[in-house]
């Protein structure tokens, strides 16, 4: 009775733990609910060592239940010593070639999908993207376009995009699930890589190498828009004069308070290079504030207020003088507002 209350004890663990297990991964956050190219032969490559490790376990249970049933000590046999063998050459010969053939099915298929992988990478054509990662948060650089931005890295849909990449402080990890591997961002060199969604939509990334206290929080998104909706973006965030003045008072009085406090000084509005902190062109367009909060004023207020409390470690914090919970909202409402595009997020198919 013990035994059998165990037995159902385990397999109601492992039934729940099977559930739990089928919850995990997002859509647009799953190497296996693949949405790209580099995505795809990674499923490709999952699956067939998934059929392989299958047969290996079969084939091992298999011979160990045979093993066990045949050989087993029977009635009357107390005293029996079985046959005593040293050294079978048919069965080495068995185990040993058939791992290899094993591993020659896996290594082939992987060795041909890294280069083929890398093989377009360093492209110089088309579009290039120079990525940095930043503690904690990632800034897109659109070579020879004029165009900067942080959080939201937009790309036309079915169209290979070479992403350079480096780190300005430690190293980081670019990576999104549903569209490709992961490549390291490093301070001293530029790693290559490429993307390639083919379907329009938000896919979301993740920092994948431990970076300080705030390194899970390190998000951003891909946003895959229509070939025409991408050179329309471009050509919106171009046009984007960071001295426009806003309509309404409060964001006039943002505006001033963020010109006063020097917020300029580590953000930059339009396609001035040089940051400390993340660009924040078309900041009204982002899909989320700091990478991981819903995009709300309130949300923005919170975060300019305290960013030690949502993002440990930031460098924002300690940096800016002491702002007052009306000059915090003024400036929220200020980028709050600066939406120079019609392509957002929701327009992409989220
Ligand atoms: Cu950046 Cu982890």
């Not at 360093?122 to 942080?150: A, C, K, M, P, R």
């Not at 998000?219 to 909706?229: G, H, L, Q, R, T």
């Not at 993340?278 to 949300?299: M, Q, V, W």
Request: glycine share 8%; with cysteine; net charge negative.
């Amino acid at each position: 009775m013990k035994d059998w209350m165990g037995k159902s004890k385990a397999i109601f663990l492992l039934g729940s733990l099977a559930l739990i297990l089928a919850g995990c991964g997002k859509e647009n956050l799953s190497a296996l609910m693949p949405k790209g190219y580099g995505a795809d032969t990674s499923m490709d490559l999952i699956i067939l060592s998934l059929i392989v490790m299958t047969f290996v376990f079969i084939v091992v249970i298999l011979v160990l239940v045979i093993v066990l049933s045949r050989f087993r000590k029977k009635k009357g046999q107390e005293d029996y010593i079985p046959r005593q063998v040293e050294g079978n050459k048919t069965l080495e010969t068995v185990w040993t070639v058939i791992p290899i053939i094993l591993v020659i099915i896996l290594a082939v298929p992987t060795v041909a999908a890294t280069f083929d992988l890398a093989d377009d990478a360093g492209s110089e054509d088309g579009l290039n993207i120079e990525v940095t990662g930043n503690q904690y948060w990632w800034h897109f650089n659109y070579e020879g376009q004029e165009v900067q931005t942080s959080q939201d890295m937009y790309i036309p849909v079915g169209e290979k995009v070479h992403l350079n990449m480096m780190a300005s402080d430690v190293i980081h990890s670019f990576w999104v699930p549903s569209l490709t591997g992961k490549m390291d961002a490093n301070p001293e060199n530029e790693n290559t890589m490429y993307i390639e969604a083919h379907e329009e939509g938000v896919y979301w990334g993740k920092c994948a190498e431990l970076c300080g206290p705030s390194h899970s929080l390190m998000d951003f998104k891909v946003i895959a828009v229509s070939p025409e909706e991408f050179d329309q973006w471009v050509e919106d965030m171009q046009n984007v004069d960071p001295e426009e003045e806003p309509q309404d008072a409060v964001a006039q009085d943002g505006k001033e308070a963020f010109e006063e406090n020097s917020c300029m000084g580590c953000h930059a509005i339009g396609s001035s290079p040089a940051q400390v902190g993340p660009n924040l062109t078309a900041f009204g367009d982002r899909s989320k504030i700091a990478g991981i909060l819903e995009p709300t004023k309130e949300n923005l207020v919170d975060w300019i207020m305290d960013p030690e409390s949502i993002k440990p470690g930031n460098k924002m914090t300690g940096n800016y003088p002491d702002l007052s919970e009306e000059e915090a909202d003024s400036i929220a409402e200020y980028l709050m507002q600066l939406q120079p595009s019609e392509i957002t997020p929701e327009s992409a198919g989220n």
